[in-house]
């Protein structure tokens, strides 16, 4: 039986030419904080054209996700908050397929 997951995605537009310090903050900053919680699963970062981003954090389930949201709110908003041209759109769902090698 295979693991269900939860993905909590994050859809928005970086200023121009931030993709990368966006990318860097996130690494070094929410990256280990979400590396920590119980039922987080995996998160990728995936930069677009015209500066757009979208991020796609796994966990076991919608309480972890919402926690992870709660816990991580404060520090997006300082640290990756002056980056954003706009604000995120939010797409959050049970993972339905997902196919690993």
Do not use: C, H
């Not at 996130?26 to 990728?44: L, N, S, T």
């Not at 966990?59 to 706009?86: C, H, R």
Request: glycine share 8%.
């Amino acid at each position: 039986m295979r693991q269900q997951l939860f993905a909590a995605i994050r859809r928005g537009k970086v200023k121009p030419g931030m993709a990368s310090e966006f990318a860097k903050r996130v690494e070094a900053g929410a990256v280990p904080v979400m590396q920590k919680m119980d039922g987080f699963r995996g998160y990728y970062l995936i930069a677009g054209g015209d500066d757009t981003i979208v991020a796609i954090s796994l966990f076991t389930n919608q309480a972890v996700a919402q926690t992870s949201t709660q816990t991580l709110m404060p520090w997006i908003k300082e640290n990756l908050g002056p980056l954003l041209a706009s604000p995120t759109e939010p797409t959050d769902g049970t993972v339905l397929i997902a196919v690993q090698p």
